[in-house]
């Protein structure tokens, strides 16, 4: 991070150079579906970024502008929550793990809205409330649990040395927000979110627009495969996605249940 803050936009423009080769290698050992997230998650992020920071001025970078290795470091981001979501550790403890963090964030949200903080926080309690939804009744707690230990750091990390700033006032509710907002890990379980569900409808459009071009013509029956209405292949991505719902839906009742174990996912 240090490097990054002592160098200019073209320095910027090296540390995306160096965050695309670090990711595709990552992405080399991965499965196909994994590899779509974090395409889905990168590009999501790259349109997040512009809007929050350029366009609506939620926090700002050091020249104002959206530095090139910040959304594909979002995709390791992303790679590295999926990696210990799915690991013997998170899946043993999941309820521990859940506690901790609930513990620590909720404390730092009332700190933030105590009166006795340097800068309010009001925003950010408000993210930390949504924070606790999406991992009590979202899909993937435990991918929302890993990125909070992931992004609070870098968010903690990055402010202090002045890589980017966030706004005293948050633009969209004008709460106030410190720098960094307590729950701002809220906004990575969007990312996640949108990676999650998103895959297994562009891993079928894929498929299906493959499929047209290799048929070479426009059918009613080809039609109806190309959106998706007839696709032989649909029960594979289907499957795929019915297994990550059932398994997060056993995370999320282990959370809930001490007496409920979960077994960790078979990545074969």
């Known amino acids: 991070m240090s490097f990054e803050v002592g160098g200019s936009v073209g320095r910027q423009y090296a540390l995306g150079v160096i965050a695309l080769v670090c990711l595709v290698g990552f992405l080399l050992g991965e499965t196909r579906e994994v590899r779509v997230q974090v395409v889905i998650a990168v590009a999501f992020t790259t349109i997040g970024e512009y809007v929050a920071s350029v366009y609506m001025g939620g926090y700002t970078y050091r020249f104002e502008n959206v530095p090139a290795y910040v959304p594909l470091g979002h995709g390791m981001v992303y790679l590295t929550a999926i990696a210990l979501a799915r690991s013997g550790l998170f899946l043993r403890h999941a309820k521990a793990i859940a506690t901790v963090v609930v513990v620590v964030c909720g404390a730092w949200s009332l700190w933030g809205i105590s009166g006795y903080a340097e800068q309010g926080d009001t925003g950010g309690a408000l993210l930390f409330c949504v924070f606790l939804a999406c991992v009590f009744?979202?899909?993937?707690?435990?991918?929302?649990?890993?990125?909070?230990?992931?992004?609070?750091?870098?968010?903690?990390?990055?402010?202090?040395?002045?890589a980017w700033k966030w706004a005293d006032i948050d633009p969209v509710f004008g709460l106030s927000q410190g720098n960094p907002p307590s729950g701002v890990a809220v906004w990575y379980c969007l990312v996640d979110a949108v990676a999650l569900g998103g895959a297994p409808f562009l891993l079928r459009g894929l498929t299906n627009a493959r499929e047209w071009f290799i048929s070479g013509g426009a059918s009613p029956n080809r039609v109806g495969r190309?959106?998706?209405?007839?696709?032989?292949?649909?029960?594979?991505?289907?499957?795929?996605?019915?297994?990550?719902?059932?398994t997060s839906e056993a995370i999320s009742t282990s959370l809930k249940n001490p007496e409920l174990v979960v077994e960790p996912l078979d990545k074969t």
Do not use: C, K
Request: glycine residues 8%; negative net charge; aromatic residues 18%.
């Open 226 to 246: 190309f959106l998706g209405f007839s696709d032989p292949l649909a029960h594979e991505h289907e499957n795929f996605q019915a297994q990550m719902f059932l």
């Open 137 to 162: 009744t979202g899909r993937s707690p435990l991918v929302y649990l890993a990125a909070f230990f992931i992004t609070t750091w870098l968010e903690l990390v990055g402010t202090a040395v002045g």
